[in-house]
């Protein structure tokens, strides 16, 4: 999952959802120089990373990407899971995703001066041009894609992989909501 995903798996909690944010940046057992409700994000953070790439639902759209897009079809499929838990959302109504993307980056906001050097620079265009509202539309997933390639050097035309998901919508849908529903009930203990 990308960063939407991971947020909403946050919960209510501002650390929690803070130290889920950073965790990618945050190396090794140098998570527990943190306080223990990040440190529970950060932990969160990794279960999701950790459940996400061994379940078999999300495995199958991951495997569609490697004919064309063989070493990245993770990374592929982790932002194509922003656009589906959008889809998702706007389907079963489970949350308000415009407040909650509103909450997430208040939230951030508040622990901004805490965030790694690297992460705040980035969340500033996180953050500039809504990435995670932008997440909801084929447009808004082509340009993450497209950025997404210049910056590994891969491909410059990496935001063409969303005729996979187009082709296959229905499929993705289906295997997202199992996953999803799985997912949300694996990580309530964080909360």
Not at 31 to 41: E, F, R, S, T, V
Request: glycine share 6%.
């Amino acid at each position: 999952m990308n960063y939407l995903g991971h947020l909403v798996l946050s919960g209510k909690n501002d650390e929690v959802l803070f130290g889920n944010f950073i965790a990618d940046s945050i190396k090794g057992s140098s998570y527990l120089d943190w306080p223990k409700d990040i440190q529970n994000g950060i932990l969160l953070h990794r279960f999701i990373d950790s459940f996400t790439d061994s379940n078999e639902n999300y495995l199958k759209g991951k495997r569609r990407f490697y004919d064309q897009y063989p070493k990245v079809g993770g990374v592929i499929n982790d932002i194509i899971y922003d656009y589906l838990l959008w889809q998702y959302e706007l389907e079963y109504q489970t949350i308000n995703l415009h407040k909650e993307i509103t909450r997430f980056y208040n939230v951030l906001d508040t622990y901004k001066s805490k965030m790694p050097e690297n992460l705040r620079f980035m969340y500033g265009y996180m953050k500039r041009d809504n990435w995670l509202l932008n997440y909801k539309y084929e447009s808004g997933i082509k340009r993450a894609l497209n950025g997404i390639g210049r910056r590994m050097k891969y491909s410059n035309n990496l935001e063409q992989s969303f005729q996979v998901v187009k082709t296959n919508l229905d499929t993705y849908n289906l295997e997202f909501k199992l996953f999803f529903e799985e997912i949300k009930v694996e990580t309530s203990s964080f909360m």
